[in-house]
């Protein structure tokens, strides 16, 4: 087990690491919110089955930050303390809802999971070979957003395909 402090693993300054977890540990936060409230506001056709996605993705996200902070822990750092900090640290930022339909909430969501997607695999690329627990932990964050981004791209592709049918049948 590697020293506290200002140590090194394998060449990787632990603090370096800390750093880029507590950035994440906000954007997880965020991410779990925006999902949170996009479910509660989302309107449009096929809105059910987008609510049971973002529902379960938002308790994914809550369950990322945990799994964060607690490696932030073990690492002697201390994971971000107030909800304001969330913001100077996100790498995806916080993208608040402004058109309700379904399709656009789709595609916000997607962007996020994109963000995700590069932030974790930079981590991962950063502690490959040196901290193995970190690059495990962002290894099994990773493959859920790119099931995430996979799930709502899907369901994105099913609800356009069917509106385009409904509009030709009437048209
Ligand atoms: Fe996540
Ligand atoms: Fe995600
Ligand atoms: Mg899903």
């Not at 056709?45 to 902070?69: P, Y």
């Amino acid at each position: 087990m590697a020293t506290r402090g200002n140590a090194i693993i394998k060449g990787i300054e632990i603090d370096d690491i800390i750093t880029a977890l507590n950035r994440a540990y906000a954007d997880e936060w965020l991410a779990y919110y925006q999902y949170f409230i996009e479910a509660k506001v989302i309107k449009g056709i096929m809105k059910d089955a987008a609510i049971a996605e973002l529902t379960q993705h938002a308790a994914d996200e809550l369950r990322h930050a945990t799994m964060v902070a607690d490696r932030i822990l073990q690492l002697g750092g201390t994971p971000l303390l107030h909800p304001k900090e969330w913001f100077e640290q996100t790498h995806c930022g916080y993208d608040a809802p402004k058109i309700f339909d379904v399709v656009n909430i789709l595609e916000d969501a997607i962007k996020g999971e994109q963000c995700a997607i590069s932030v974790y695999s930079q981590i991962a690329k950063m502690t490959r070979n040196k901290d193995i627990v970190t690059y495990d932990m962002v290894s099994q964050i990773l493959a859920d957003e790119v099931e995430h981004e996979e799930d709502l791209q899907a369901l994105h592709d099913d609800i356009t395909e069917f509106v385009t049918e409904i509009k030709h049948h009437i048209s």
